[in-house]
C-alpha cells in the first residue's frame, strides 16, 4: 500500500493567517490526491481532488498543489469555520489510504 | 440534492455478522460507484471497498484488513449500497461511511459525497 504523511500534526492558527498542510506519498500517485475537512461529529467533506481541482461549492480561500509525492493543501485566510481536521487521501491504487490527519485549532 | 443515508449499524459480538445499507436519493444510482469508508473511535480515515457501476463490471475491491470478511453490493432498483460483515472482530468498531464514488480515469476514483455514518461496535 502506498503510505501518506501529513505535517504538521496539529496546527495553531489564527483568523485570518495563511495556512499550509503539507502531504507526502510514499511513492508516485501523479495527481491523484484528494483533501477533505472534516469536523467533530461530522462526515468528511471533500474540499480539492486531482491534487489542485476545487470542488464546487468550495470557497477559493482553499487552494491545493503539487504533484509526484509531495503536496500542499493552502488556506489564504483562516475563518472561524476552518477550524476543522484535513486529511489527504490518494487514490492512484485502489487500495485508497489517507494520510493521518491535520488538526487546525484556535491560537 | 444528493443524499446519502447508512443504516443497520449497532452493537454485536465478535465473530458475529452485520449488514449495512446505504439508500441513495437525488442522483442516478446506477451509474456511479459506491464506496464504503470507516472511522474508529478517534482515529483516521480508512478505505473498507467499493463496487464499480454496472456499466464497468458492478466488480468490488476491499481492503486487505477485511478482504475475505466483508463483501460490498448494491441494488440499483432501490438505489441501495450494502456492506455485509462476517467473522467480526473488535477492532472493527468503527463510524462507517458511504459514499458517491466518481470516476476520474481507469482505475481512479475519489468520492464527493459522504453519508452520515453509522456507528458499529464490536464488542462482548
Known amino acids: 500500500d502506498i503510505q501518506m504523511t501529513q505535517s504538521p500534526s496539529t496546527l495553531s492558527a489564527s483568523v485570518g493567517d495563511r495556512v499550509t498542510i503539507t502531504c507526502r506519498a510514499s511513492q508516485s500517485i501523479s495527481s491523484w490526491l484528494a483533501w477533505y475537512q472534516q469536523k467533530p461529529g461530522k462526515a468528511p467533506n471533500l474540499l480539492i481532488y486531482?491534487?489542485?481541482t476545487l470542488e464546487s461549492g468550495v470557497p477559493s480561500r482553499f487552494s491545493g498543489s503539487g504533484s509526484g509525492t509531495e503536496f500542499t493543501l493552502t488556506i489564504s485566510s483562516l475563518q472561524p469555520d476552518d477550524f476543522a481536521t484535513y486529511y489527504c487521501?490518494?487514490?492512484?491504487?485502489?487500495?485508497?489510504?489517507f494520510g493521518p490527519g491535520t488538526k487546525v485549532d484556535i491560537k | 440534492e444528493v443524499q446519502l443515508v447508512e443504516s443497520g449499524g449497532g452493537l454485536v459480538q465478535p465473530g458475529r455478522s452485520l449488514r449495512l445499507s446505504c439508500t441513495a436519493s437525488?442522483?442516478?444510482?446506477?451509474?456511479?460507484?459506491m464506496s464504503w469508508f470507516r472511522q474508529a473511535p478517534g482515529k483516521g480515515l480508512e478505505w473498507v471497498g467499493f463496487i464499480r457501476s454496472k456499466s464497468y463490471g458492478g466488480t468490488t475491491e476491499c481492503a486487505a484488513s477485511v478482504k475475505g470478511r466483508f463483501s460490498i453490493s448494491r441494488d440499483d432498483s432501490k438505489s441501495i449500497a450494502y456492506l455485509q460483515m462476517n467473522s467480526l472482530k473488535t477492532e472493527d468498531t468503527a463510524v462507517y461511511y458511504c459514499?458517491?464514488?466518481?470516476?476520474?480515469?481507469?482505475?481512479?476514483?475519489?468520492?464527493?459525497?459522504w453519508g452520515q455514518g453509522t456507528l458499529v461496535t464490536v464488542s462482548s
Open positions: 459514499t458517491r464514488g466518481l470516476r476520474a480515469a481507469a482505475g481512479k476514483y475519489y468520492f464527493d459525497y
Open positions: 437525488g442522483f442516478t444510482f446506477g451509474d456511479y460507484p
Open positions: 486531482k491534487a489542485s
Open positions: 487521501q490518494q487514490y492512484n491504487t485502489y487500495s485508497l489510504t
